[in-house]
């Protein structure tokens, strides 16, 4: 079963664009690769998945390796209500989903 | 919007008690979630369902049960609570399909005395 790995911490600055890495070496051709975040006592919220592609929306850039071992999630712009724990996270089989412990994100003014 | 909705935000019980935790999700998902959250140890799957009345075991089982009687409906039960059960449980649903995604309730704080 893959599982991800992540900083346990990053600050950035407010304004600049924040790069959140994450390995999955063990993840499987057809596991998709899913960012939530949490912001402070709310449930984990949808961000982006990919599985092959770089994926953009509204939110964020999400950027995947060739070999899939590792993505990097972009908030282009960061700002204050982006302060949160981000996880990266991959569907293992029977449908269920790992959880790591994340990357606590501080953006600083 | 998909909604998921757990019963309580905060709940407070005492050792030995049976509780109850309930969600319920609109969306016609077959897939419904149980995870609890500690600080610095993330989120884990206790239990999962992926349809009525079936249910898988996660990481961390012991010391709960879970109910589906209905689709929309997946409840989780500490028979007798204890304060190391003492947590934060949150509830998500998603479909089975491959590239679908999990939604969360908002989460219920237990506290066990």
């Known amino acids: 079963d893959a599982k991800t790995t992540q900083p346990p911490s990053m600050d950035c600055a407010e304004g600049r664009a924040a790069n959140l890495p994450c390995n999955h070496s063990t993840i499987s051709g057809n596991e998709y690769v899913y960012w939530y975040r949490q912001i402070h006592s709310q449930g984990p919220q949808y961000i982006i998945h990919g599985l092959k592609n770089n994926e953009t929306n509204e939110m964020a850039s999400l950027i995947i390796t060739e070999d899939r071992k590792s993505s990097t999630l972009i908030l282009p712009h960061a700002t204050l209500r982006d302060t949160a724990v981000y996880y990266c996270?991959?569907?293992?089989?029977?449908?269920?989903?790992?959880f790591g412990t994340g990357t606590s994100l501080t953006v600083i003014p | 919007d998909v909604k998921v909705t757990q019963s309580s935000r905060y709940l407070v019980k005492r050792t030995g008690e049976k509780v109850f935790l309930e969600c319920v999700q609109d969306m016609d998902h077959e897939n419904m979630f149980w995870y609890r959250q500690d600080p610095g140890l993330g989120l884990r799957l206790i239990y999962f369902s992926y349809d009525v009345k079936m249910k898988e075991k996660g990481d961390i089982p012991e010391g709960y049960s879970v109910s589906r009687e209905k689709k929309e409906r997946f409840s989780l039960i500490l028979e007798s609570a204890s304060t190391n059960q003492t947590s934060m449980y949150l509830c998500?649903?998603?479909?089975?399909?491959?590239?679908?995604?999990?939604?969360f309730g908002s989460g219920t704080q237990l506290s066990v005395l």
């Open positions: 998500a649903s998603s479909f089975t399909r491959v590239g679908e995604k999990l939604f």
């Open positions: 996270i991959v569907r293992r089989t029977g449908n269920q989903f790992y």
